[in-house]
């Protein structure tokens, strides 16, 4: 049985075109199932407001807040499970009754966010439980809200689930 050059090459053309489609959506696939992909959420909403960045950076630097992050050793918790936030004013006095928000990941898996609140224990000290799933480079955004008065930061440290 021959086949006909028509059908050979019409043939040839749609299995290359099918192949191109199946490498193109297996590599879809493959792409956004990998968690060290990690697009930045509402990034064009950002691109948008950056006016409004500019202004908090601004009120940022006049409000002069410090923010630190400790390991809290405690009985019943995995070592690096618990974390104290210090929250200082510019003059190194404790800063309370914040509403403490903060958004936690490590460097190399982006796409894996944790999200939680930090609940003050004492004027100025915030306690706050993050799962170090892996250890090295994170990075930490804070929002604290004090009435109207919003503050935030961002904390690239090094973390380790064995509190090294």
Known sequence: ?????????????????????????????LASGEPSFSVEDDYEGKAARWDEFAE????????????????????????????DVRFTDSGGEPV????????AFHNARAARKQTFEAFEIEPGRYRASIDVHRDGLWELRFEAR???????????????GDAR
């Open 146 to 160: 004090d009435g109207e008065v919003l503050f935030t930061n961002v904390l690239r440290i090094e973390l380790y």
């Open 56 to 83: 908090q950076r601004e009120l940022n630097s006049a409000l002069g807040w410090k923010v630190r992050i400790e390991p809290v050793e405690a009985a019943g918790h995995r070592p690096a499970e618990l974390y």
């Open 96 to 103: 309370g009754g914040l509403a403490v928000e903060v958004v």
């Open 1 to 29: 049985m021959t086949v006909s050059p028509k059908v050979f090459w019409v043939g040839l053309i749609v299995s290359l075109l099918s192949m191109s489609v199946v490498i193109q959506v297996t590599a879809i696939i």
